[in-house]
């Protein structure tokens, strides 16, 4: 591995890149044990070093509400059968890895490096991080995350450049659980006439 060097910019791993001051929905299914529950995300920049989230049920309850920057994540507002520190330990990485590009500003190794591809190598205290970059859609395609040897998360987010995700799908193997978010379009006050 090599350090990512003078190329490397901050907004090839970022993955909100369009004007986020108007929410994100999400429609979010998942799936853990063979049992399936769906639900709603709503994230929205609330300035430049801050991302909120809400997670609610199709019917508008709260479940849970988050807070994101680079110096903390803080979850509020926690349905009781959500208020669990593994659950939520588990919501705040994989949030870590989705907000990376937007949130923090550290330099990667490059992992691998081709004509198609470069893939950058992230390391935490607890985790490593590879961020699969494609060179012709100027985006990031999968993220994996391991402790040690042991792959504990994969990403793959389907989108175009200069956009929000469309799709995120979220695998942890070891767990048996997966959670797709699909981009929902929601008119917003001025775009109804």
């Known amino acids: 591995m090599k350090p990512a060097g003078d ?3 901050q907004e090839q791993i970022r993955l909100f890149t369009a004007d986020t001051s108007q929410s994100m929905v999400y ?7 063979n049992q399936n529950f ?4 709503y994230l929205k920049k609330t300035d430049e070093q801050t991302f909120s989230m809400v997670l609610m049920t199709t019917f508008g309850n709260t479940m849970l509400e988050g807070t994101f ?4 994540f803080v979850f509020k507002n926690v349905v009781s ?3 669990r520190k593994p659950l939520l330990d588990l919501l705040e990485h994989d949030w ?10 550290d330099k990667p190794q490059i992992y691998s490096d081709s004509s198609l591809q470069t893939v950058y190598h992230f390391t935490d205290l607890k985790t490593t991080s590879l961020y699969y970059y494609s060179k012709g859609k100027r985006s990031v395609e999968m993220i994996e995350s391991y402790s040690g040897k042991t792959k504990k ?3 793959n987010i389907d989108g175009m450049p200069g956009k929000n995700p469309e799709v995120i799908y979220i695998e ?6 997966k959670i797709e978010m699909v981009k929902l379009k929601v008119a917003t006050d001025d775009s109804v006439e």
Request: glycine fraction near 8%; charge should be positive; avoid cysteine.
């Open 27 to 33: 429609k979010t299914s998942l799936d853990y044990r």
């Open 69 to 72: 920057s680079n110096e903390s």
């Open 38 to 41: 769906s639900s709603l995300i």
């Open 81 to 83: 059968y959500l208020n």
């Open 7 to 9: 190329n490397f910019q």
């Open 96 to 105: 870590r890895l989705l907000l990376r590009g937007n949130l923090f500003n």
């Open 172 to 177: 942890h193997p070891g767990m048996g659980l």
């Open 153 to 155: 998360a994969v990403i």
